[in-house]
């Protein structure tokens, strides 16, 4: 912003939580991020079984590529 100079930007103070609220938070984060990952490892498991599936009904000769 032009109104704003640079010193008062920096006097700014913002308060952060104690650490170990910050280390709970990052903690749960990880958490939810290992849930997604395992998630999508087990949507590509099950896409690449129905695509076999799907050819061994079909009878295609090459499974088709799973994309990732």
Request: hydrophobic letters at 50%.
């Amino acid at each position: 912003m032009k109104n704003i100079s640079k010193a008062q930007l920096l006097s700014i103070t913002i308060p952060l939580p104690p650490l170990a609220t910050q280390q709970a938070i990052v903690a749960e984060i990880k958490a939810e991020q290992a849930l997604v990952a395992a998630n999508r490892e087990l949507i590509a498991r099950f896409e690449k079984k129905i695509q076999d599936t799907l050819t061994r009904v079909w009878g295609d000769d090459e499974p088709a590529l799973a994309e990732a």
